[in-house]
């Protein structure tokens, strides 16, 4: 059961970064699909990200035929939500923001590290299996 069900999140994973994907290529500025959807952006840098997800649903599919690359999928997630955390916390994005919340990131932040511990619990359940 859980094999199944680390294999559909999984698979989770893989439409939700083409979806990111989608929105940052086409500027479609909507939470969750674009992280920090209310500040000011280049569409060239957009495009940039778009293509870094799309490498990410290919990752994320890989894991699912290949299980063995599950810890460096489960790495690059933390990086990401390290990553994210980190401009959250910075000088540049609280300049952006002139004293505006930063609340909407860190929700988004937290759904991507949930994301994250859902996936490591079900891979530290099963971790050659998919």
């Given at each position: 059961?859980?094999?199944?069900?680390?294999r559909?999140?999984?698979?989770?994973?893989?439409?939700?970064?083409?979806?990111?994907?989608t929105?940052?290529?086409?500027?479609?500025?909507?939470?969750?699909?674009?992280?920090?959807?209310?500040?000011?952006?280049?569409?060239?840098?957009d495009?940039?990200?778009?293509?870094?997800?799309?490498t990410?649903?290919?990752?994320?599919?890989?894991?699912?035929?290949?299980?063995?690359?599950?810890?460096?999928?489960?790495?690059?997630?933390?990086?990401?939500?390290?990553?994210?955390?980190?401009?959250?916390?910075?000088?540049?994005?609280?300049?952006?923001?002139?004293?505006?919340?930063?609340?909407?990131?860190?929700?988004?932040?937290?759904?991507?590290?949930?994301?994250?511990?859902?996936?490591?619990?079900?891979?530290?359940?099963?971790?050659?299996?998919?």
């Amino acid at each position: 059961m859980n094999q199944s069900l680390l294999r559909y999140s999984l698979l989770f994973g893989v439409f939700l970064f083409c979806a990111m994907a989608t929105a940052h290529f086409f500027g479609l500025k909507y939470p969750l699909l674009f992280v920090y959807f209310d500040t000011p952006f280049h569409a060239y840098q957009d495009k940039i990200i778009a293509f870094t997800l799309v490498t990410y649903a290919c990752f994320f599919y890989s894991a699912i035929r290949a299980p063995q690359i599950m810890p460096a999928v489960l790495l690059a997630l933390t990086v990401t939500v390290l990553g994210l955390c980190a401009v959250n916390l910075s000088e540049a994005l609280a300049q952006v923001l002139d004293g505006r919340s930063t609340w909407a990131y860190w929700a988004q932040t937290g759904v991507f590290a949930g994301y994250l511990l859902w996936l490591a619990f079900l891979y530290r359940r099963h971790p050659h299996q998919t």
